[in-house]
Structures are given as C-alpha cells and as structure tokens.
C-alpha cells in the first residue's frame, strides 16, 4: 500500500493530534503517502482531502482537539453515504484509511471494511468505552482534568462543609468517574456498570459528618443522571448542603499528557505498519501493556467494554 487516508470522528479527544502525527510521520518515513481528510465522514464524502506532508504534523503533538477538525456524521450509517465516501478515496488513489475515533467511528470503519475498503480503526474517545483496548486516547487527559477540578473544588467543599456532585461525561460509561474519583479520593462514585442506593449514599455522607469530615465529594457520570438531578433526589434524605459542579465539555479539551501521548504514537505507528503490509479491517488497541490489533467486525459485534469494577470496590473500603 502506498497511499494511505486519515480522518477524526466523534467526539475530539486530547492525543488526537499525535496520532495523525505519529501516522503521517510514520507513513512517509517508509515511503508512502498520506491524505488527511477534514471533518470526519463527512468530509470524507464531501471529498474534503488534503496531502500531508512532514511539516504539516509539526508543532501538533502537544495540542488537544483535532487539526483535522471532527464531526459527528451519521449520514454515514447509510450504503449511499459509505460508497460516496470510497468513491472519493478512490479518486485520490487512495488504498486504505486509518479512522481514529469511538464506538460510532469505528462502525463507519467497519462499514468501509465491509465494502471491500481496508480501514484501521484507532480508539480515540475521552469515554474509555471501546472493546478491544484497555485503554483509549484522550482518557488519561480527561482524568486528571476531572482530577485537578475535583481538588480544586475540596477546597471549597472543605472550607464551607459541603457536598459537592460533580458530574462528568462519559456517555453511557463510567471509566471517566471511577478512575478520576480514585486517584481524587471520592467519598462516592456514581456509575452506570453499578447500582447505588441513595438512601445508602446519605447514611455514608451523615457518617462522615459525624465523624467530623468537612467535604463530600460525589463523582457521578453522565450516564447515570445529571446532577441537578442527583441533588434533588439526595436531598429528600437530609439537607447536606449540596452543591453540583458539571464539568462537560471542560474534560474534552487541553493538552494531552505524556501518557496519551506515547498511547497515540504507538498506535498510529503500528497502525500504519498493518496498512503497510496490506491489511485492513482491523483495530488497534492496548491489552497487558501490548498493543495488538484485532478484527474489527468481531471487536464491535462481539466485544464489550467492561469499566475495571475493582476499583469502585476498591474505592468503597477507602473512602467510607
Ligand atoms: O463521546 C465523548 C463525549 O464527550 C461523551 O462523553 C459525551 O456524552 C458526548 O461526547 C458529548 O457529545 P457532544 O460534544 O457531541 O455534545
């Protein structure tokens, strides 16, 4: 192979950027070439398509977004929509495209796959929610976000004896909130993957108070409920003085740490080995340290992405 494509789609996610860099870099320093394509899908259909030359990924890896700019496209779940878009790779003379992306990103990968078109998905999603990989780009970036918030605002609850709901994305996981109210010392940690029992919740906060604890905090995903939501609800078992922190699309942006980093150069690297040697259909991914690539029809119609519930027991023996 020796022209390759690039896209971002879906949610951006910090690393993003090193990863089209890490692809690009890779590429031509075995002597291919290499397109990037704007907005996703849907500039791929659009044939928004552009040559990447060396100096094009420079002064990017430490940017978070996507210079490639992104977009959520799901035109692109359509046969029309996805032979457009491989007529247009075909224009270009283009032989296989690396999709870094989530869940929805990965099924227009697959889509592609299907007609014939070699694609390699990365994961690239702040949610952590992609089968086939421990761990996606843009997560560690996200949870020490969440991380220096959650200390910035125990100064707060501390100071004024507050409850504090922090609410944070994640979609319909709960990876974001489980690692960041470890690391922050959460006295709760409110998942989708795991029931909860308010009344349980204000028995544990009463406790604390009792023993004199002067902040509370609460770390509640998305998908669970907002936290408005979850305040109002607290609040028919004891005034707790409750205040929420939504903390959105703050979690998306900023620079990528040096983890997120070195993740996306390895993957956008070995990605573009498996193009190399003609091989599609495929998603990188990180499992006991080692990044493996494995069938992109069987990871999305057979796998499923498990939160490490480990630590939400963990976190209940250290924070009671
Ligand atoms: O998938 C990443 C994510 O940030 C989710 O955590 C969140 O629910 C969603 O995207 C928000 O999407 P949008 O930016 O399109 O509103």
């Not at 390759?4 to 990863?19: K, Q, V």
């Not at 014939?116 to 780009?137: C, K, L, S, Y």
């Not at 501390?158 to 709960?174: L, P, Q, Y």
Request: charged letters at 25%; hydrophobic letters at 40%; a negative charge.
């Amino acid at each position: 192979m020796k022209r390759i494509g690039i896209l971002t789609s879906g949610g951006d996610a910090p690393g993003m950027n090193a990863a089209i860099r890490a692809v690009t870099r890779k590429a031509i320093f075995n002597g291919m070439e290499v397109f990037g394509i704007n907005y996703g899908f849907a500039g791929l259909v659009a044939g928004d398509i552009r040559r990447l030359e060396i100096a094009d990924v420079g002064d990017k890896i430490q940017r978070g977004g996507t210079f490639l700019y992104s977009a959520r496209y799901p035109e692109f779940a359509t046969e029309e929509g996805q032979l457009k878009g491989i007529e247009q790779l075909k224009k270009f003379g283009i032989e296989g495209l690396v999709v870094i992306g989530g869940d929805g990103s990965y099924h227009g990968a697959l889509a592609l796959t299907k007609h014939g078109f070699p694609a390699v998905g990365v994961p690239g999603t702040i949610d952590n929610d992609i089968p086939g990989t421990e761990f996606t780009i843009g997560f560690d970036t996200a949870i020490n976000t969440v991380l220096d918030s959650m200390d910035r605002i125990r100064d707060t609850a501390t100071s004024h004896v507050r409850t504090f709901i922090i609410e944070v994305m994640g979609r319909d996981a709960g990876d974001i909130a489980l690692w960041a109210g470890v690391a922050g010392g959460a006295d709760e940690i409110i998942i989708p993957e795991h029931d909860f029992d308010m009344k349980k919740v204000a028995t544990r906060i009463q406790e604390g108070r009792d023993r004199g604890k002067k902040h509370c905090l609460i770390v509640l995903a998305e998908g669970v409920m907002g936290g408005n939501e979850f305040a109002e609800k607290l609040s028919k078992h004891g005034d707790f003085h409750a205040r929420v922190s939504i903390l959105g699309h703050i979690v998306r942006g900023g620079s990528p740490t040096a983890r997120d980093r070195v993740l996306a150069s390895k993957f956008g690297g070995f990605a573009v080995d498996l193009l190399r040697e003609g091989k599609g259909g495929l998603c990188v991914g990180m499992m006991d340290n080692k990044v493996i690539a494995s069938d992109i029809v069987d990871t999305l119609e057979n796998g499923k992405h498990k939160p490490d519930l480990s630590l939400y027991d963990l976190n209940q023996e250290l924070s009671f």
